[in-house]
């Protein structure tokens, strides 16, 4: 495997769930042109420890490049486990997955929702967007939307990441 496959791998994958060269960049802490440069072959080199990471977000890993893994898990049922980690009830993943198809935040789970948004590991956060587009039959850049919007409501701590 070399470089240029990788880039092609990321693209498919990042398009797949609705993400912007940008936000991907940001998720994974890289620039947006080096996804850019990452995705049309043309970067000269990328640290190995930056490609895992980056292919850790998108939910890929090195042999090759492949979601299989990724299918076996389920998404939103993770994401609503860790959020409600530290509350004495728990988030269902039907309400994890309403708060992302609306983007609204109910009254009675919004510190499930601030922490799903500050501290659930991003590879679970893509996971949970991915499935949450499918149940509800809309593109996953929909619910992006709807993630930014939930962060700009409850004034995540990590809200430059969903913007």
């Given at each position: 495997m070399?470089?240029?496959?990788v880039?092609?791998?990321?693209?498919i994958?990042?398009?797949a769930?609705?993400?912007?060269?940008?936000r991907?960049g940001?998720l994974?802490?890289l620039?947006?042109?080096?996804?850019?440069?990452?995705?049309?072959?043309t970067?000269?080199?990328?640290?190995?420890g930056r490609?895992v990471?980056?292919?850790g977000?998108?939910?890929l890993?090195f042999a090759p490049?492949?979601?299989k893994s990724?299918e076996?898990?389920?998404g939103?049922?993770?994401?609503?486990?860790?959020?409600s980690?530290?509350?004495?009830g728990?988030?269902?993943t039907?309400?994890?997955q309403?708060?992302?198809?609306?983007?609204?935040?109910?009254?009675?789970?919004i510190?499930?929702?601030?922490?799903?948004?500050?501290?659930?590991?991003?590879?679970?956060?893509?996971?949970?967007?991915?499935?949450?587009?499918h149940?509800?039959?809309?593109s996953?850049?929909?619910?992006w939307v709807c993630?930014?919007?939930l962060?700009?409501?409850?004034?995540?701590v990590?809200?430059e990441?969903?913007?």
């Amino acid at each position: 495997m070399n470089i240029y496959e990788v880039g092609k791998a990321v693209r498919i994958r990042r398009l797949a769930v609705g993400l912007t060269q940008q936000r991907l960049g940001r998720l994974a802490g890289l620039s947006r042109q080096t996804v850019q440069q990452l995705e049309a072959g043309t970067i000269r080199d990328l640290s190995f420890g930056r490609v895992v990471n980056l292919l850790g977000v998108l939910g890929l890993n090195f042999a090759p490049p492949s979601i299989k893994s990724r299918e076996k898990k389920c998404g939103l049922w993770m994401a609503a486990k860790n959020a409600s980690v530290s509350y004495r009830g728990e988030l269902t993943t039907e309400q994890l997955q309403q708060a992302l198809a609306t983007g609204q935040a109910p009254t009675n789970h919004i510190s499930y929702l601030q922490h799903f948004l500050d501290e659930t590991p991003l590879q679970v956060v893509v996971m949970a967007v991915e499935e949450t587009a499918h149940l509800e039959a809309v593109s996953p850049e929909r619910i992006w939307v709807c993630v930014a919007q939930l962060a700009r409501q409850l004034g995540s701590v990590r809200s430059e990441l969903w913007l």
